[in-house]
């Protein structure tokens, strides 16, 4: 296949999915550019299924417009669609060779014998798939099983690549080797890829765009890092990083241009570089701040230490507060801290996220993720 072949933007318009009276995709509005690696993430029966599968044309859509390719396809049955399904149960016809397996699709629609061959030697090259065309699935691992179902999907050239948690039945060394093994695909094809997991981490690794969903809504949609460094909600910034993000309760007591002031429970005093302009004195908000952005610094936050992980190049802090709040501190390295101890963790201005009581975050003045002197 040639880098490229018939990709295609797809559009969704106001979509919506309603089963009898519930409705469950509440009018999502999003755009994915031609070749561009897309994931639906979020936790489970938020919708990215219900979504994935109104594209592809397995689902019908209630509501809306899809265009595929700047063409409204919402009436097109799935086979006229151009796009291409992997589904997190492979399916593969046990009675017959990989070979057999992937070709079947392309007899189905009588494609000529000679260009038949052509694509499958063509999709079994690029999977590794060579060594394994004369046998039957039940001789292979589920990796390779999971490859021949891309295959599958890969001989078929289709415009669009739907993709529902294609890795979840695989185990953990072998979901990140072929977590590598689609972004290489997706580079060498340049396809439009939509991709649904719930695994944060798939999505950060493969992604173009995230788009983060709870309840039939989009919460965001953007590129991983700017997720990641600018989450639009509370929610957003929960779901995004892993360790999740810490989350205090606070009160505004000042603000001023390099940001504002706030007060935890105890009258302890922390500062946020974000942009507290819309926020009243007093005002009730939550700072966040990621485990990976906590350090230990004698005029930091003081905190007792609740359980500690040493994983040698990188150790785990679990402490709470003095107003028994919990909170995790990622560290690199070793440290000599333990079970029981008492510690003061920095928090420093410019890694802080504030939240307003309805989750909404405010602008961050200054980005601490960037490396020193990128600063603005
Ligand atoms: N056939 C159906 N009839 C009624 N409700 C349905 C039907 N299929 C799905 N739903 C509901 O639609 C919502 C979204 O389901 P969906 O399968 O899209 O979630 P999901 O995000 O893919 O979850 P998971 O991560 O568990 O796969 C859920 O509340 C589910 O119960
Ligand atoms: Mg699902």
Redesign the pocket.
Known sequence: MKKGAGMARVELRGIVKEYGAVRVIHGIDLDIAEGEFCVFVGPSGCG??TLLRMIAGLEEISGGDLLIGGDRVNALRAAERGLAMVFQTYALYPHMTVRQNLAFGLENIRMPKDQIARRVAEAARMLKLEPYLDRRPKALSGGQRQRVAIGRAVVREPRVFLF??PLSNLDAELRVSMRGEIATLHRRIGNTMIY?THDQVEAMTMADKIVVMRDGRIEQAGAPIELYNRPANTFVAGFIGSPRMNFLPCTVTARDAEGITLQDAQGRALRAAVDGRTLAEGETVELGIRPEHMHPDPGGYPVEVENVEQLGGESYLYVRTEGGIALTAHLSGQTGLSRGGRAHLAIRPEFAHVFRRDGAALPRLRLGELAVGEEG
């Open positions: 990215k299924s529902d948690e649904v």
